[in-house]
């Protein structure tokens, strides 16, 4: 008889010599979109009102910890504020790392494995 179990993966991120990981799982991808798509607002009322690094910071800040764990940017740069574009890297390192492995998760299905 086959056998089937489904583990729940997770995938291992490494920042700043630092360790995290998450789950690739539906709810991550929704949490993902809409951080994402909350971003791309929130970075049109930055162009148009003139709001400054320190609130862009926070929210992204926000989606960091929302997506690797709580406190994972306060472990990443200690107590410094840390740059927007910096915590723009990271989102993109987090997400390349979750579309990354659906691709080789659909490829995998694709091809029977």
Known sequence: MKNLNIEAPRIPLCINGKEFSFIPDSEFASRLSLLADEAGKRAEMCKETGEDACEAS??????????????????IFG????????????????????HSYRRRRLKRLKEGS
């Open 58 to 75: 926070a929210f992204l800040s926000y989606a960091v910890d929302t997506l690797i764990g709580d406190g994972a940017v306060e472990k």
């Open 79 to 98: 107590d410094v504020l840390p740059d927007p574009v910096d915590l723009c890297d990271i989102l993109g390192y987090v997400a390349d790392a979750f």
